[in-house]
């Protein structure tokens, strides 16, 4: 009778070589459409680390499974787990709240929507995504996966989040195929602006789309009239029960809230009445706290109670990596975290980057720890490293209202102006 080399080997639930293979060479669809956020969304977190192993356990491992576990542990280093950081539960907060009361309201009004801003690397994309995504989960069990209130005999598929990126050159028309896109819906090439947008009404509708969540709003410039409109067209979609999130880089200072002031005492952008619109036959009422704006910010490290966030969150990565030397406290003892705050200044995205570059050449180099001088041979660019301020900037003045000061307007060229007889008798005098 065989017996397993090893009793209790930690590499029994360990994958098959062909399910590693999968898990890295399978496709994966884009967000942007049905199909990938349907991926997103099922497959988010799923990711389990393998078992812990010891330098001793692993050299008496088989060569092969050496192997496997080697591929299988960089992977899992490179794939740190979304934690819900003090930024990131004040973020979820605000649209769980905005969405289960948006999903309740009766009378059917133009829905409140939100802003998320931020720096860059802060994870704002992430934070939305799986706060929408958690809902839709909730929004499916409660329906049992069945649109509400829709026609006999229909089959279309059910949507209660949809998720599109701003295009870069952003019209109403291409922001209108862009939501098109996530339904792969068929359209004519030449229909003309108003048929795709009441094509994109009867497709939210149909599909019983609650969420429309739009990513990089921060391409959106105020002083492009196109710019203008798509903003315009994204409100009207709300008064189509959708409730519209926006996400992008410092959104007070691309000129989207126009004269938004920073109130300190509720740490909030304080917005003005907007004026009432019209576009493509769809009326828009525009009032005061339309949408509510959240700034993501960084992790600080001044307050007792940010340093304990800051090691918490530390924590929760070290008990992720797998690597042979580690050992309880390799990020947060010692001066560990003042040098990973010193050098990310506590943005999430470049704390991740750091980390799982340095796990990399951890394993690269045989060390197989994550100290200062392993870290220290990872560069981090300096403008990924710049810190945003304190205080979110005031909104921008646009580009089109501003003159440098060295500029000069080039002199008219006077050869051929006449200046009168006077002059013409002064030459020939």
């Known amino acids: 009778?065989?017996?397993?080399?090893?009793?209790?080997?930690?590499?029994?639930?360990?994958?098959?070589?062909?399910?590693?293979?999968?898990?890295?060479?399978?496709?994966?669809?884009?967000?942007?459409?049905?199909?990938?956020?349907?991926?997103?969304?099922?497959?988010?977190?799923?990711?389990?680390?393998?078992?812990?192993?010891?330098?001793?356990?692993?050299?008496?491992?088989?060569?092969?499974?050496?192997?496997?576990?080697?591929?299988?542990?960089?992977?899992?280093?490179?794939?740190?787990?979304?934690?819900?950081?003090p930024m990131q539960d004040k973020v979820t907060r605000l649209i769980r709240r905005r969405l289960n009361g948006n999903t309740l309201k009766q009378d059917d009004p133009p829905l409140a929507g939100i802003m998320v801003s931020g720096w860059g690397n802060y994870g704002k994309t992430a934070t939305v995504c799986s706060a929408t995504a958690a809902f839709e989960d909730h929004w499916l069990q409660l329906h049992r996966f069945l649109i509400p209130h829709a026609d006999p005999g229909t089959a279309d598929l059910h949507a209660p989040v949809v998720y599109?990126?701003?295009?870069?050159?952003?019209?109403?028309?291409?922001?209108?195929?862009?939501?098109?896109?996530?339904?792969?819906?068929?359209?004519?090439?030449?229909?003309?602006?108003?048929?795709?947008?009441?094509?994109?009404?009867?497709?939210?509708?149909?599909?019983?789309?609650?969420?429309?969540?739009?990513?990089?709003?921060?391409?959106?410039?105020?002083?492009?009239?196109?710019?203008?409109?798509?903003?315009?067209?994204m409100r009207?979609?709300?008064?189509?029960?959708?409730?519209?999130?926006?996400?992008?880089?410092?959104?007070?200072?691309?000129?989207?809230?126009?004269?938004?002031?920073?109130?300190?005492?509720?740490?909030?952008?304080?917005?003005?009445?907007?004026?009432?619109?019209?576009?493509?036959?769809?009326?828009?009422?525009?009032?005061?706290?339309?949408?509510?704006?959240?700034?993501?910010?960084?992790?600080?490290?001044?307050?007792?109670?940010?340093?304990?966030?800051?090691?918490?969150?530390?924590?929760?990565?070290?008990?992720?990596?797998?690597?042979?030397?580690a050992k309880k406290g390799m990020l947060t003892d010692g001066t560990m975290p003042e040098y990973l705050m010193r050098r990310t200044g506590g943005v999430v995205g470049l704390l991740g980057r750091l980390i799982e570059d340095g796990s990399q050449e951890a394993m690269d180099t045989g060390r197989e720890v994550l100290d200062e001088e392993v870290l220290d041979e990872i560069v981090l660019r300096r403008e990924d490293m710049t810190d945003g301020p304190d205080e979110p900037l005031p909104p921008a003045e646009p580009p089109a209202a501003r003159r440098p000061a060295s500029a000069k307007r080039r002199p008219r060229n006077t050869v051929f102006d006449d200046r009168g007889p006077c002059a013409a008798e002064d030459r020939t005098g």
């Not at 299988?72 to 950081?85: F, K």
């Not at 070290?318 to 690597?323: I, M, N, P, T």
Request: some cysteine; aromatic content about 6%; charged content about 25%.
């Open 236 to 325: 009207a979609f709300m008064s189509l029960d959708v409730t519209l999130i926006l996400t992008g880089v410092n959104i007070p200072a691309t000129g989207l809230l126009r004269e938004a002031k920073w109130d300190r005492k509720t740490a909030q952008w304080i917005m003005p009445q907007l004026e009432s619109t019209r576009i493509h036959g769809l009326e828009i009422t525009q009032t005061e706290h339309r949408f509510e704006l959240v700034e993501l910010d960084r992790f600080r490290y001044t307050t007792a109670e940010q340093i304990r966030a800051f090691l918490n969150h530390l924590r929760g990565v070290e008990v992720h990596l797998r690597l042979l030397n």
């Open 164 to 233: 599109v990126s701003t295009p870069v050159t952003a019209t109403p028309r291409s922001a209108c195929v862009s939501i098109l896109h996530f339904f792969r819906a068929e359209f004519r090439r030449s229909a003309t602006l108003p048929e795709l947008v009441r094509l994109v009404a009867d497709s939210l509708r149909d599909h019983g789309v609650k969420v429309l969540v739009l990513d990089d709003i921060s391409r959106l410039r105020m002083h492009r009239k196109d710019d203008q409109d798509v903003l315009d067209l």
């Open 1 to 85: 009778m065989n017996q397993h080399p090893f009793p209790d080997d930690p590499l029994a639930g360990l994958p098959s070589r062909a399910r590693i293979a999968e898990l890295i060479l399978r496709g994966r669809p884009h967000r942007d459409t049905y199909a990938g956020w349907q991926h997103y969304r099922t497959h988010r977190g799923q990711l389990v680390p393998p078992g812990l192993l010891t330098p001793q356990q692993w050299r008496s491992a088989p060569e092969a499974r050496r192997t496997d576990y080697d591929l299988y542990r960089r992977m899992t280093n490179v794939n740190l787990p979304l934690q819900l950081t």
